[in-house]
C-alpha cells in the first residue's frame, strides 16, 4: 500500500465552525507532514510530525491544530478560520532513516479542498 | 535563504517530442537532495525523479531524465517522447534540513495533440 488518504475531499465551512481534516498512511512511514496550496501556487509546509512528536510549526496561526494519534494517522483540527483560510490541505508522509528524513521521498494525499465562507 | 527558481512558468510541448523543463537552485547545505514532482489537474501531486548531490550521474526514470550541473546549482527535467498524460504542474524542490522541501514556483506543461 503506497497511498496517503485524505478525508474529505471537500469541506465547507463558515468562520465559527470547527471541523477537522484526517490523513492515514499505512506505508509504515514515521513522518508526516501538513501543507497549504493556493491555487497555481506551490504547496507550503504547515507541520511535520516524526515519531508522533511535532517537529516543525512554521508559524501557523493557532486556528489550525494538529495532532497525531499514532503513527498512521494525521488530523488538522480547524477553528474560526478566515476566508483567505480557504486552499487545498495536503498531507505526506515519508520514511525516516537514520533520524533523517531529507533523502526520502514524500508521498502526497490528493488534498482536502476548503473553503471558508 | 535558501531557494528554488522555476523561470518557465508555462511550456508547451508536441506529442512525441522532448521537452526540458529548467530549476535552478540556491543551498548552503553541502549534503542535499533535488527532485521533480508532477501535479496533474485535480489529482496528486507524484515524484517523477529524484537525485542525490553527492551523485554526479544524472538519474534517469524511463522518459523522464535529469541534467545536474551542481557546480552551476542547475537541475533541469527533460522529458522525451511526450505524452498527452504528461500535462501538468512541475514542481521542482531541494531539501533543506531534515525534513523541509523549498519548492519552485512551478512550470505547467501544456501537450499539444
Known amino acids: 500500500d503506497t497511498e496517503v488518504t485524505q478525508t474529505p475531499k471537500h469541506l465547507v465551512m463558515g468562520m465559527t465552525n470547527k471541523k477537522s481534516l484526517k490523513c492515514e498512511q499505512h506505508?509504515?512511514?514515521?513522518?508526516m507532514y501538513w501543507y497549504k496550496q493556493k491555487a497555481k501556487k506551490p504547496p507550503e509546509l504547515m507541520f511535520v510530525?516524526?515519531?508522533?512528536?511535532?517537529?516543525i510549526n512554521e508559524s501557523v496561526p493557532s486556528r489550525f491544530s494538529p495532532e497525531c494519534p499514532n503513527s498512521s494517522l494525521l488530523n488538522l483540527h480547524l477553528h474560526a478560520l478566515q476566508p483567505e483560510d480557504s486552499a487545498l490541505y495536503l498531507c505526506?508522509?515519508?520514511?525516516?532513516?537514520?533520524?533523517?528524513?531529507?533523502?526520502?521521498?514524500?508521498?502526497f494525499g490528493p488534498g482536502t479542498r476548503l473553503t471558508v465562507l | 535563504a535558501q531557494t528554488v527558481t522555476q523561470s518557465q512558468p508555462e511550456m508547451s510541448v508536441q506529442e512525441a517530442e522532448t521537452v526540458t523543463l529548467s530549476c535552478t537552485y540556491d543551498?548552503?547545505?553541502?549534503?542535499?537532495?533535488l527532485f521533480w514532482y508532477k501535479q496533474p489537474p485535480s489529482r496528486q501531486m507524484i515524484l517523477v525523479i529524484r537525485?542525490?548531490?553527492?551523485?554526479?550521474q544524472n538519474a534517469t526514470e524511463n522518459r523522464f531524465s535529469v541534467n545536474f550541473q551542481k557546480a552551476a546549482k542547475s537541475f533541469s527535467l527533460k522529458i522525451s517522447d511526450s505524452q498527452l498524460g504528461d500535462a501538468a504542474m512541475y514542481f521542482c524542490a531541494s531539501t533543506s534540513g531534515t525534513y523541509k522541501y523549498i519548492f519552485g514556483t512551478g512550470t505547467r506543461l501544456k501537450v499539444l495533440a
Open positions: 506505508m509504515g512511514h514515521r513522518a
Open positions: 543551498t548552503s547545505e553541502s549534503d542535499y537532495y
Open positions: 505526506a508522509s515519508s520514511q525516516v532513516q537514520g533520524g533523517l528524513a531529507q533523502d526520502n521521498e514524500q508521498f
Open positions: 510530525y516524526s515519531y508522533e512528536k511535532l517537529s
Open positions: 537525485q542525490e548531490a553527492y551523485k554526479q
